[in-house]
């Protein structure tokens, strides 16, 4: 699976979108980006995949660069409920039966 | 609906016994998943079942570890004689797909300490 890089942490005001950048500049054709997040104490939480077209969920909106070599995950409106580390993945979309999490950013909606 | 439930949430036990942790997934997910979680690290993969496919139990750390899935229904995890590097919360996922679908979803865990 490629490697992802994202920021360590960020800070989004409640009420406003927060868009959590990743990049994965050795990204293969066949590789899809994966997000999720995890709220502390809880599992994981599925949130989004795309190939390369930007697409669309109730949770979220996932915006991904022509050359795919980078991607944003936006939550329009975030919450405190928000609060959680984000993980972006890239991997093919079958045939791996284990998600390998990096480290993530950790993102505070501030009230 | 209701999601993935695993049981018991939080489980102690003394060095050297065994414990079973059960995951219930999402009905008619054919793919189940289990994981570790460390404090503060990411996900470690154990085993997968698909079906009534022979499961991938590559991930097992050791044959203390074993699992079994009930048709596409309840698994369970046993650890026997279980150690103190064995403390983690372990997680189980569903999913829709088989052939290791990248879309999961996550029970909230058990939290296995041992003492």
């Known amino acids: 699976d490629a490697k992802t890089t994202q920021p360590t942490s960020m800070d989004c005001a409640e009420g406003r979108a927060a868009n959590l950048p990743c990049n994965h500049s050795?990204?293969?054709?066949?590789?899809?980006v994966y997000w999720y997040r995890q709220i502390h104490s809880q599992g994981p939480q599925y949130i989004i995949h795309?190939?390369?077209n930007n697409e669309t969920n109730e949770m979220a909106s996932l915006i991904i660069t022509e050359d795919r070599k980078s991607s944003t995950l936006i939550l329009p409106h975030a919450t405190l409920r928000d609060t959680a580390v984000y993980y972006c993945?890239?991997?093919?979309?079958?045939?791996?039966?284990?998600?390998?999490f990096g480290t993530g950013t950790r993102l505070t909606v501030i009230p | 609906g209701a999601g993935v439930s695993q049981s018991p949430s939080n489980k102690v036990t003394e060095k050297g016994k065994d414990v079973e942790l059960r995951c219930d997934p999402i009905?008619?997910?054919?793919?189940l998943y289990w994981y570790r979680q460390r404090l503060g690290q990411g996900l470690e993969f154990l085993i997968y079942?698909?079906?009534?496919?022979?499961?991938?139990k590559s991930g097992l750390p050791s044959d203390r570890f074993s699992a079994e899935r009930t048709g596409e229904s309840v698994s369970t995890l046993t650890i026997q004689r279980t150690q103190q590097e064995d403390s983690a919360v372990y997680l189980c996922?569903?999913?829709?797909?088989?052939?290791?679908?990248?879309?999961?979803?996550f029970g909230p865990g058990t939290r296995l300490t041992v003492t």
């Open positions: 996922a569903s999913s829709p797909h088989g052939g290791g679908y990248g879309e999961q979803y």
């Open positions: 050795t990204i293969s054709g066949n590789e899809y």
């Open positions: 795309g190939l390369k």
């Open positions: 993945i890239v991997r093919v979309l079958t045939g791996a039966n284990n998600l390998f």
């Open positions: 009905s008619g997910h054919t793919a």
């Open positions: 079942f698909q079906g009534n496919s022979a499961p991938d």
